[in-house]
């Protein structure tokens, strides 16, 4: 009796817990191009203390918070809501606030030993009022999503080639082909071939990925020193809350060969800054190792290295 009751509260607490969060999900991205700490804490701590205080096993509930929170993911990720990256990335900031949420709710349980008829109107009510939960912290939070936060990232690489050859690696590219970085593996757009079609200000660039392309426009044409990148459209999936405004390849002689450098600026509605920052940071990084190493292998081959 007990495992069919353990199966059962499990199915049950789980699925609404899914419901739950597809809800948060929906209101909290709503009418506004950013994603904040109502959907990555408020959804799923008011989640968690919904969970804790339902059941009255602690492993129970945390099982159902561990489901809830999985299957929630899986689900906006097959519906194309988001990408399987995406929902890497925010599984951790998610999970510390269900957690919490989830021993709050537990503790309140055990403090409180509520009869299983007034536990589970509690619950009732709990689920009722969620949708009003979760509006009124979206509309606090709104405007403050709305602002745009810019970040620039830069990475350098030393190649083999002079700048005037070097140079010529970066313009246009056939193909990319490099040692994926580890975020290529589950998710992040693989770069693939660049094409240019005039050398001179006001050149149209399209890079192709394995997931999109991205239209850029030349605004500074200095070679074999700079040049410079605004970036007019990305055409991938997913993302709306990220934006790719200009880019920068600098090259400056050292020793025997050169310094490339590659400086991207982002605009990005993801919040809070602390969490999502390095995230960023290291995702685009990785585009730029992935880029600069073919350059580098280029540089190799016409070396001779």
């Known amino acids: 009796m007990e495992n069919r009751f353990f199966t059962k509260r499990t199915i049950v607490g789980s699925l609404c817990g ?8 929906a209101i909290a991205t709503a009418g506004t191009k950013g994603m904040g700490y109502v959907l990555f804490g408020l959804t799923p701590f008011f989640l968690g203390v919904v969970i804790g205080w339902s059941n009255r096993a602690a492993k129970v509930a945390g099982i159902s918070a561990l489901i809830s929170l999985g299957g929630t993911l899986l689900v906006l990720v097959a519906l194309g809501k988001e990408g399987p990256l995406c929902a890497a990335m925010a599984f951790p900031f998610l999970l510390v606030s269900l957690l919490l949420g989830t021993l709050l709710g537990v503790g309140f349980r055990v403090a409180i030993k509520p009869e299983p008829k007034n536990r589970d109107i509690t619950v009732g009510a709990l689920f009722l009022v969620s949708p009003f939960v ?10 403050f999503l709305d602002h745009t936060r810019i970040e620039s990232v830069t990475t350098s690489v030393q190649v083999a080639d002079k700048p005037e050859v070097a140079w010529s690696h970066i313009q246009s590219i056939d193909s990319v082909n490099g040692s994926k970085p580890w975020l290529m593996h589950i998710g992040l757009p693989v770069p693939q071939k660049c094409t240019l079609e005039k050398t001179a200000v006001g050149a149209r660039r399209t890079c192709y990925f394995d997931q999109g392309y ?3 426009t030349v605004t500074t ?17 997913g993302r709306h809350w990220l934006g790719f405004e200009n880019a920068d390849y600098w090259l400056q002689p050292e020793g025997d060969g050169t310094r490339l450098t590659r400086t991207t600026t982002i605009s990005s509605h993801l919040y809070p800054a602390w969490y999502w920052r390095p995230l960023e940071h290291w995702g685009v990084n990785s585009e730029h190792r992935y880029i600069l190493s073919d350059a580098v292998r280029r540089s190799n081959l016409s070396s001779g290295r």
Request: no cysteine; net charge positive.
């Open 221 to 237: 044409w200095d070679p074999p020193r700079h040049m410079g990148l605004r970036i007019d459209r990305t055409h991938m999936p």
């Open 134 to 143: 979760f509006l009124g912290g979206a509309r606090l939070e709104r405007p």
């Open 214 to 216: 991205i239209q850029e």
């Open 18 to 25: 899914i419901a739950t969060g597809l809800l948060g999900f």
